[in-house]
Structure formats: structure tokens, C-alpha cells
């Protein structure tokens, strides 16, 4: 690499640009010695010539290499500080284009985190707002019956690895089976999970009392309100088993439910459906008369029912109504019954 003698005199003067001082460095850095023509000319002219005695001519030549190894010394020095000075460079280069490639990353995250940020949870009401109790089937297919004046709120989807629904008022809980996905009620800061099961709970808004009837399973019922200053509990609920909660006192009972009411609360007089699925609607007839129904899927993956069929009515004469009004044939079988276009 060669440098100009205005570049070097430029850089001995300390005039140099920053690019223009790592090129005179570098160039320092491959030479063994300095340049001889460091000195201008109008600087060697102005030089006085002079005459040396005889008696100094050691003195002078002790003095020459004294100089000439300060000279290698000062060589030696400028070519470490000029290997160092470009190693810092590089490294500055380095770290400036890392500095600048790291807010494009943090950007990227806080761009994946926003979107996901974005994403809205859909929550669904139901209420039933009739005299009557009114059936609906949840996303996972479980169903719940409603009574008078129930409210039911849950997320489409469920959210993460559970089926939590939000009650208010009184609601019989027929749950589908999924060991891997709990199914969580809460209601007034109490929250019942089960797997698979069904019961009632009874959290009517001026009441003081909370109740959970278990009919089949098991479920788990705990506090989960500290605000209302609820006393800790966890309690494990058996078929037959009912929890109160006294909201007054604070005290939780765990007792043999009433069978005999239990059984006629629980009787299902009539199904009422909301913008069911149709293949929904057969499910719960098939499991409710204990009859086989056979069907194509995609024959009625576009239908739905809403309206009440009377259970005191015979399967026969249900299917034949939801055929007419879908324009179906229903063919009774030695099996069952197949449902058809």
C-alpha cells in the first residue's frame, strides 16, 4: 500500500479525516522504516550548512545511534499503535452495523408479540329469557340445560388447554369427556371442574346460598374469590354428593343430595335447541331414546334446528318432523334409523 507525502504530512500535522488516518495507519503498519523525504524541501533549503569538528565527531556518532535505535524504538511503536488503532476500527465497524441490526430484530419481535397481542378473544352469551328450561350444546358438545333467567358466557374457541364457562342463575351440565381439556364452571367465585360428568350448580344473583349437585362422575369444586373473603376449600364431589355454600356465614357443607329431587329437577321433558347443528340435535335424540340413527355427514354439515321437541313424543315421530323440515327421508332400519336426502 502506498500513501502520498501530502497524506503523511497531513497526518503528522494531525489533519487526517478518520478514513484518511486508518489509511496512513495501515500503510505505517507494512513499512520497516520511515520515509527519508518526511522533511519538505523549502524546510531542507532553509537548513544552514555547517561545519563539525573533529573533537565531537564520536560524541555525535554516539548521539547518531542513540537516535537511530530510539528511531527503531519509535518505528516498532508507531507500527503496535497503528495494528491496534486498525483492530479498534474494525471492531467499531463491527459494532455499529450489530447496533444497527438490532433494532430490526427487537422490531421483528415487537412485531410478532403485537400481532398476537391483537388477537381478540369472541365471547358468546346465552340467555334464556323464556319460562321454560332451554338445551345448548357448547363447542366441545357437552350441552347445558338452562334454566329461567340463566346466563351462560364462554370464549369461541376455549381458550387454551380448558373449557371455562362463566354462570349466572341455575344450569344442569351434561359434560363431553376430555381428560386432556377440563371443563370449569365459575360462578360467584367458585369454580367446579370436571373431566367428563354431569351436575347442577344454582348461583342465583340475590342468593346467599351457592349449590353443586353431582348426578354422575366426580368433580372438583374449590374457592377461587379472595376478594369476598371465601375461606380456602377443596372438595371432591361423588355421585349423590351436594356442596352449599352459605355466603353469610362463610361456611361450606358437604352433604347426600335429595335424590328423589334431584331426579325430578332433572327430568328432561323437552329439548330446546338454538341454531343447532342438526348433527348435534340427532347426537343428543340418539343418546336420550338409546337409538342408533345412521347418517352422511355431509348430507347435513349445512343444517340447523332451533325448537322444542316434547320427549313425551316417540322417536319415530320426531325424526319424521326434522326430516319434513329439511327436506330428509327417514327410513326405520333393523338397526335403527337412517337419515337421508
Known amino acids: 500500500m502506498n500513501v502520498s507525502d501530502e497524506l503523511l504530512d497531513k497526518y503528522f500535522k494531525g489533519q487526517c479525516s478518520p478514513e484518511e488516518k486508518l489509511q496512513v495507519l495501515a500503510y505505517l503498519n507494512e513499512i520497516d522504516d520511515l520515509p527519508e523525504h518526511l522533511l519538505s524541501k523549502d524546510e531542507w533549503d532553509q537548513t544552514n550548512d555547517a561545519g563539525i569538528e573533529e573533537v565531537k565527531t564520536e560524541e555525535m556518532f554516539n548521539a547518531v545511534k542513540r537516535q537511530t535505535i530510539a528511531k527503531t524504538y519509535r518505528l516498532k511503536w508507531i507500527k503496535i499503535t497503528s495494528a491496534a488503532a486498525i483492530v479498534l476500527a474494525i471492531l467499531t465497524v463491527g459494532l455499529l452495523n450489530l447496533n444497527k441490526s438490532t433494532p430490526d430484530m427487537r422490531l421483528a419481535n415487537n412485531k410478532i408479540s403485537n400481532t398476537t397481542a391483537v388477537n381478540p378473544i369472541n365471547w358468546k352469551s ?10 345448548f350444546t357448547l363447542p366441545d358438545h357437552s350441552t347445558v340445560k338452562l334454566f329461567p333467567g340463566a346466563e351462560l358466557r364462554y370464549a369461541i374457541p376455549f381458550v387454551k388447554n380448558k373449557r371455562e364457562v362463566y354462570l349466572n342463575g341455575k344450569s ?39 349449590k353443586v349437585q353431582l348426578h354422575t362422575g366426580k368433580v372438583q369444586v374449590k374457592n377461587i ?17 351436594e356442596l352449599v355454600y352459605n355466603s353469610l356465614n362463610n361456611k361450606v357443607k358437604v ?3 335429595r335424590s328423589s ?14 341454531q343447532a347443528a342438526l348433527v348435534d340435535v340427532l347426537a343428543k335424540l340418539e343418546k336420550q331414546y338409546k337409538v342408533k340413527i345412521t347418517y352422511n355427514p355431509a348430507d347435513l354439515a349445512e343444517m340447523s334446528f332451533t325448537g322444542s321437541l316434547k320427549l313425551s313424543q316417540t322417536i319415530d315421530t320426531i325424526l319424521e318432523e326434522i326430516a ?3 327436506k330428509l327421508n327417514q327410513i326405520k332400519t333393523t338397526e335403527g334409523y337412517l337419515i337421508k336426502k
Request: proline content about 3%; glycine content about 4%.
Open 126 to 135: 346465552i340467555v334464556n329469557y323464556t319460562e321454560n328450561t332451554q338445551l
Open 172 to 210: 344442569f351440565f351434561e359434560v363431553t369427556k376430555d381428560s386432556r381439556h377440563p371443563f370449569v364452571v365459575y360462578a360467584k367465585g367458585i369454580s367446579t371442574t370436571a373431566l367428563g360428568t354431569s351436575f347442577t350448580i344454582t348461583a342465583l344473583g340475590k342468593s346467599k346460598f351457592i
Open 225 to 241: 374469590d379472595s376478594a369476598h373473603r371465601i375461606s380456602p376449600f377443596t372438595e371432591i364431589l361423588l355421585p349423590g354428593k
Open 255 to 257: 352433604s347426600d343430595s
Open 261 to 274: 329431587a334431584i331426579r325430578q329437577e332433572n327430568i328432561v321433558r323437552e329439548l330446546n335447541f338454538t
Open 324 to 326: 319434513e323440515l329439511n
